[in-house]
């Protein structure tokens, strides 16, 4: 078994590919079955953000979960295999656990130090437990890592580096706007990005603050808590009449905004200029909003260059730091469970032979009382387990330094131990997707 990522994110891809393979939560859970059921994947599941969609696997076979894997993206995708293994980026082992590690820091994303990601792994996971085709290999990382995303987070200022990609946009709509504090801000949507970028927004010092959602009880809550103002989602047209800057972050497949749209607003306005900021996956605002006279669009593939600069700097090493700390003792962890299986086998061993002498023992002793045949137990049992002692802290230490194998076999020669023994120790239980209630929870 082998921890294996492979995917694609705005570090290897572009944005219009990333929109191709995005996956809502449906979507996502489906591909995550589909793995699952693969004969070369024990575990599976599915991240898919505006900035990545990954699949974290425990593998049975390295080449073969590898194929499974680009064999179901590139369905997901439509691109033929060669345009999407050359993008494709493959983490594994050691490097998956420190790219899972990074990933829930804020340290991989394309505004670095954004919190989100946190939120939208724990779902990933939950949705994969939900499905039960996660088990212990990848509840463990992904427990561990969002620990460690917290950790980055609490521990240091990561957070101020790059602000958000809304603070980018408004950064960039005061050339064109002037002052915000006169300017009228509408928001559509009312979900997790929709809040940030109201909440930013207002934090920014903008006049006006309008809620467009779907559910207006959604847009209200969210209106109250920013000191905003809610609206259906069939008033729309008239709120962008009055909208200096429009924020779209629903990610719904197809367009929310389009051209005619725009030109009706602008048509309306008198030609004031107007900036459009789309922030989900896939689109919501036309591409084609950003030809017309007045307008201006600044989509993800836009605001990633414009924070593109702020991936260093003290927070950045610092948040570092922590992600390398954490990796490393993660890894020492696992190696000293892998050693488990040797040194259980050791004192399995060591109690066999016991038991036999102490068998031996009683026959040849018979006039001994239950008391003093129970002092020699305890004595003879004293005696293994300090002859015990030096070879399993042994043993631990080499595993955390990565040199158990050799030992594990000089110990196997050593002690006669049997070599199915160790085996059957190293075996962790089925993973039982149809009944483990423990991958659920």
Known sequence: MSLLVLGLSHHNAPLDLLERISLDSEGRRRLATELAGSEHIAESVVVSTCNRTEVYVEAVTFHGAVAAVTEALESVADLPRADLTDRLAVHFEDRAIAHAFRVAG?????????????????????????ERVVGPALNTLFQRALRVGKRVHTDTSIDTVSGSLV???????RPILGDLSEASVVVVGAGAMAALS?????????????IANRTLSRGAALAARVDGEAVRFSELDEALVGADIVIACIGAPGVILTADDAARA???RGGRPQVYLD?????DIDHAIADLPGTTRLGLEH???LIADSASGPQVQAATDIVTAEVAAYLTERSVQAAAPTIAALRARAVEVLDSELARLQGRTPELSDAERREVEIAMGRLVDKLLHGPTLRVKELAASGRIGAYADALAEL??????????VSAPPPFDRASDEGAAR
């Open 106 to 130: 804020g340290l991989d994303s394309m505004a670095v130090g954004e919190s989100q990601i946190r939120a939208q792994l724990r779902m990933a996971l939950h949705e994969a437990q939900e």
């Open 167 to 173: 603070d980018a946009g408004l950064a960039a709509a």
């Open 198 to 210: 109201a909440t930013t927004a207002r934090r920014a010092g903008v006049g006006r603050l309008v």
């Open 266 to 268: 602008q048509a309306l």
């Open 279 to 283: 922030l989900a996956m896939p689109h």
């Open 303 to 305: 605001l990633g260059l």
């Open 415 to 424: 002690f006669a131990l049997d070599p199915e023994t160790v085996a059957t």
